[in-house]
């Protein structure tokens, strides 16, 4: 066998593992097992810290059309009747602060130059997740909350002897936030 082919073969399996490791601790997070995580002291109360997080909010745009009926008459001489359209409604993304959301056994924080932002776990109402972030509905905001910018961050598990450093999705990051807050809600039980 040649010893190119040896090496390939061996990475395949390596990235086998890797993603077989990755679905596993995903799973035991989904259960609110933490234990996959690692934590670089244990013994604090401040379980995840995620830096340059996002805090992003949907606003309706309004776009205005316009169009109309453009002849030409001769050689550079055009008639044109304008029609306004009604306009259109969006809704877009705007950006309000970039910070760091700390994820504790009591809530979420999220700290940013002008914005400071903390959500207990029992004024949450919902969690949802995008592809890059997720999206809390709280009692205390009248907002949803969105925050972006979780592929920015990545999260060291151990599975067995094996470590990774796997980069945050929309969907890892808010079955973290679940599995933190099951643990927590167990805790004062």
């Known amino acids: 066998m040649p010893f190119g082919l040896r090496k390939k073969k061996a990475q395949v399996t390596v990235d086998r593992q ?23 002291n244990p013994d604090t109360p401040i379980v995840f810290s995620f830096q340059n997080i996002s805090l992003a909010e949907p606003r309706m745009a309004q776009g205005t059309l316009e169009g109309g009926i453009k002849e030409r008459i001769a050689k550079g001489l055009y008639f044109y009747v304008g029609q306004a359209q009604d306009p259109e409604l969006t809704e877009e993304l705007v950006q309000l602060d970039t910070g760091t959301m700390t994820i ?86």
């Open 18 to 40: 890797r993603q077989v490791d990755i679905c596993y601790a995903t799973r035991q997070l989904e259960q609110g097992n933490l234990s996959f995580v690692v934590v670089s």
């Open 104 to 189: 504790n056994s009591d809530g979420i924080a999220f700290v940013g130059k002008s914005k400071h932002i903390s959500v207990d776990f029992g004024d949450i109402d919902s969690i949802g997740h995008t592809n890059n972030g997720i999206t809390i509905s709280a009692r205390t905001h009248l907002k949803r909350l969105r925050f972006e910018g979780a592929d920015k961050v990545e999260v060291p598990l151990k599975v067995q002897d094996r470590m990774y450093s796997q980069h945050l999705s929309g969907r890892l990051m808010q079955v973290l936030l679940e599995a933190v807050m099951k643990t927590s809600l167990e805790r004062r039980r």
